[in-house]
């Protein structure tokens, strides 16, 4: 006797559709049934109060924000992180990360901390301290970038 495949098709579509990320398309809207000769009202939004509006951060809280990254920090074992304002904006960041590569890249400085490609990676460099790069000569400091576990930079 022989089994259709068909139930096992579909518990692996299903299958495969419950483990994935991506969310499902939006379902294309069904035609409307009769088309009105009398066109919509046209409904107006209503202002936004002003207490609702969110307000845009005056440019010096950004430079002041951006002006705590410029400067020398430093690594181990002569590792080192050199952050300079760019004319026009952003940042030049030239950087020792480890015994064989060092570079200059063009990075940002944004909320969740200095943003840069580095050999088509991008990184990002968040303010923390000594214990948070894992660095056992970096430890007890308190002002410090740490880009991943092993990599942070550190200011006396």
């Known amino acids: 006797m022989r089994h259709s495949p068909l139930p096992f098709l579909v518990f692996a579509v299903v299958a495969i559709a419950a483990c994935s990320d991506r ?26 109060p002003a207490a609702e509006a969110t307000p845009t951060p005056p440019a010096t809280e950004a430079a002041m924000l951006e002006a705590d990254y410029l400067g020398r920090w430093t690594g181990v074992e002569g590792m080192y992180l050199d952050i300079a304002s760019k ?16 570079g200059t890249f063009d990075g940002s400085v944004t909320a969740e901390g200095l943003r840069f490609m580095r050999d088509g990676v991008a990184e990002t460099a968040v303010p ?4 948070a ?20 930079y550190c200011r006396d």
């Open 23 to 48: 969310t499902p398309a939006p379902a294309t809207p069904a035609a409307p049934e009769a088309v009105s000769a009398t066109p919509a009202p046209s409904v107006e939004p209503a202002p936004t």
């Open 133 to 152: 790069t894992g660095l056992k000569y970096l430890a007890g400091k308190q002002d410090c970038l740490v880009v991943k576990p092993g990599e942070g």
């Open 87 to 102: 004319p026009g904006g952003g940042v030049r960041v030239q950087m020792q990360w480890d015994l064989d590569h060092r």
């Open 128 to 131: 923390g301290n000594g214990d």
